[in-house]
C-alpha cells in the first residue's frame, strides 16, 4: 500500500509544543469523532490548546465534544482549516480530503494521529502500551483500575469507555496507559516503557499483505520499549518473534516455560479464579468477574506488568475483583420480547468465537448473531474463518458491511456469506433487521460488529 506523503518536518511539531500550550494556539483535527482522535482533542484541550475538528457524519462522540464546548462541523470543508496552528488527522482520510489538502498548501504543521500521540507520550516520565490483534480495550482498562488502585493517578487513552464512563482519563501522575495499535504501523511511533503483545493474528489487510508482515511490525514496536516488552508465550505467531526483539522479554501464558504462567482454578459462567506464578513461584490468587477465557489472557498480561511495577497483590487483587466489562463487550443492553440483547465489538474470527461460547456458557440459551462485517478487505481475506466462527451460532443475521474507508469488492457481501453459511443464516436490511430476528431466530440475541450498530441495536431493544 502507498504511504502517505510525509507533510512536514516532526522538528517543527516539536518547536510548536516547545513553544507551550495556549488557548490562542489551534489544533484542528480531521476525523475527530474516531475514539483515538477524540481522546486526543480532549487531551490537548485538557493541555490548554483551543481544539477544533470535523468528521464526516455525527456520533456520540462529536457531540460529547460539543457539549464540552468544542468546535466540531459535520462534514469537510477547506475553509474549516484557516486560523489553524497545526492540523492531526487519522490514517482513515482520503489524501484527497480538501481540509487535508489545504492544510499542506497553506504549510500548517500536518502530522497523523500516531506521531502526534507519539510526540504528546514524552511528557509522561513512564508509558505503558497495550498492542494485540485482541484484547487492548479491555487490557487498558483493567491496568487503569490497577494502577489507580495503586494510587499512581494515570492518564489513560482507551478506544472504549473507562469505569468513569469516557474513553480517556486525564491523570496526575507520570503514568501513561494506552492502546497501541498496529494499523497502519501506528505503534512504531510511540515510546513506550512497557510494551505489551496480547496476541497476533492477520488483520488489517488492506495494509498488512501476511502474518510475516505483521509479525515484523510487532517485532519493531516491541524493541521500542525501554524496560521491557511483555509477549504471550502461548501466541505462536508472537512466540516466533521473540528472538527478535531488541527490548528486555518477559513472557507470559499458561506455558510452563512462561515467565508470570496463570492456571485457572475454578471457572463459573460470569467469573474465573486463577492463580498467577512468577518464576514458578506463587505471586498471588485472582478474581475477574467477567466471563470468557480470552478475559483471564487479558487479566493475566495486566497483572503481570503491575506486578513487575512493584504493586501490591493485594491491591491487584481488589482491583481485579472490581472490574467489569467495558462497553461493547458482551455487554447487556436490553431485551426484546424476553429475550436478552447484548451489543459485542467482535469484528474477527476469533473474537466472534469467543464470544459465542461465552454468551452460551452465561445464556444457557440458543444463540442468535446479528453480524455486520467490517471493511471489504477484512472480510475477503477471512471469509472463511468468518464462516467457521459464525457457524457456531444457531442463527445468523447478516447486515450489510460497513465499509469505513474501502470501495466494495466483487463479490464481498453479506448476502453470500449468509448464503454460504445455509439455513441458519439469513440477509437483512439494517431497517428490517427486528422483523427478521422475531420471525425466524430464538434465544439470546447478540448484536456484533466493529461499526456503528447504534440504530440497530436500539430496534431491537425498542420494544419489551
Known sequence: MAERKKTNAPSSIRAF?????????????IGIGGSSMYTLAVLSMRMGFRVLGSDRSANYRTRSLMDMGITVYIGHDPSHIDGADLVIYTGAISEKNPEYLKSLALGIPTLPRAEYLGLLMK?????????????????????DMIFHEASAEPTTLSGAELSGGDL?????????????????????????????????????????????ALQSSFSSAMSNASSFSLINYDDPNLRQIISDIKSPVITFGQSERSDYRYSINNFGDTFTEFTVFRHGVTAGVFKINVPGVHNVTNAAAAISVALEYGIDKDRIAAAMNDFRSIPRRMELVGSRRGREVYYDYAHH???????????????????????KPHTYSRTASLWDGFLSALSMADHVVMTDIF??????????????????????????????????????????????????MEEIKNSLISEP
Open 349 to 371: 474470527p476469533t473474537e466472534i468465537k469467543a464470544t459465542i461460547s461465552a454468551l452460551r456458557l452465561v445464556t444457557g440459551t440458543p444463540i442468535t448473531v446479528v453480524f
Open 168 to 212: 480517556l482519563r486525564i491523570g496526575k501522575g507520570e503514568l501513561l496507559i494506552y492502546e497501541a495499535c498496529e494499523y497502519k504501523d501506528s505503534f512504531l511511533s510511540f515510546t513506550p516503557s512497557i510494551a505489551i503483545a496480547l496476541n497476533l493474528e492477520l488483520d488489517h489487510t488492506d495494509y498488512f499483505p501476511d502474518i510475516s
Open 403 to 452: 465499509p469505513a474507508r474501502e470501495e466494495p469488492i466483487a463479490q464481498i457481501t453479506s448476502r453470500r456469506m449468509s448464503d454460504n453459511l445455509g439455513e441458519k443464516a439469513m440477509f437483512s436490511p439494517d431497517g428490517e433487521v427486528s422483523s427478521y430476528v422475531d420471525s425466524f431466530t430464538c434465544g439470546a440475541i447478540v448484536v456484533m460488529g466493529a461499526g456503528d
Open 17 to 29: 509544543l516547545r513553544n507551550g500550550y495556549s488557548s490562542n494556539r489551534t489544533v484542528y483535527f
Open 123 to 143: 511528557d509522561y516520565k513512564n508509558r505503558i502500551g497495550v498492542s494485540g490483534t485482541h484484547g487492548k480495550s479491555t487490557t487498558v482498562a483493567m491496568l
